[in-house]
T-cell receptor, first 113, second 111 residues
Framework: DTGVSQDPRHKITKRGQNVTFRCDPISEHNRLYWYRQTLGQGPEFLTYFQNEAQLEKSRLLSDRFSAERPKGSFSTLEIQRTEQGDSAMYLCASRRQGAEKLFFGSGTQLSVL | GQQLNQSPQSMFIQEGEDVSMNCTSS?????WLWYKQDPGEGPVLLIALYKAGELTSNGRLTAQFGITRKDSFLNISASIPSDVGIYFCAGQRGSNYQLIWGAGTKLIIKP
């Protein structure tokens, strides 16, 4: 069990640039989640996948955000035309279908200058 | 937005003291999860609770699922320096297993 892996761990970008993050879930976990977390807050749900299907998206996920999980394994989260308000920790998590336990990666810390 | 009330917001304690924190909600949950998060890291699952009234331990940690299914508490006995961090409760309801999070309890141990 290698755990949930996220890449990169840190990303600094200029406002207006596009960024893409990757998440590799625990193998055999068919459910994958993306969360955003700002300082002093708990994680906020963004979206989740069951296999390759994106089943739910939060209202927090503006049209500048897009997530994919093309083969039902790893997932990418892209933010286009980044804004300073996008600065946050982006967390990926996965779980096995039917299991309640959700396991998180170490996150990608995004700083938009 | 968050729908769980987690308290206290922060705690300053002496090493060796016991710690207690709780989460309450106006809604019923099917599952309660407690996580610990260190700076710059993702949350790590500590304890999962599945039934009302359930009391579960993990080493020095003990958590309970409230009888009303609207609350949960976490106790840490004989705290040690590595217990420092932010503890989050998360409640789960519905079939999509989406978690609702508390705002966290920051634990600080006085040297």
């Amino acid at each position: 069990d290698t755990g949930v892996s996220q890449d990169p761990r840190h990303k600094i970008t200029k406002r207006g640039q596009n960024v893409t993050f990757r998440c590799d879930p625990i193998s055999e976990h068919n459910r994958l989640y993306w969360y955003r977390q700002t300082l002093g807050q708990g994680p906020e749900f963004l979206t989740y996948f069951q296999n390759e299907a994106q089943l739910e998206k939060s209202r927090l996920l503006s049209d500048r955000f897009s997530a994919e999980r093309p083969k039902g394994s790893f997932s990418t989260l892209e933010i286009q035309r980044t804004e300073q308000g996008d600065s946050a920790m982006y967390l990926c998590a996965s779980r096995r279908q039917g299991a309640e336990k959700l396991f998180f990666g170490s996150g990608t810390q995004l700083s938009v200058l | 937005g968050q729908q769980l009330n987690q308290s206290p917001q922060s705690m300053f304690i002496q090493e060796g003291e016991d710690v207690s924190m709780n989460c309450t909600s106006s809604s019923i949950f099917n599952t309660w999860l407690w996580y610990k998060q260190d700076p710059g890291e993702g949350p790590v699952l500590l304890i999962a609770l599945y039934k009302a009234g359930e009391l579960t331990s993990n080493g020095r940690l003990t958590a309970q699922f409230g009888i009303t299914r609207k609350d949960s508490f976490l106790n840490i006995s004989a705290s040690i320096p590595s217990d420092v961090g932010i503890y989050f409760c998360a409640g789960q309801r519905g079939s999509n297993y989406q978690l609702i999070w508390g705002a966290g309890t920051k634990l600080i141990i006085k040297p």
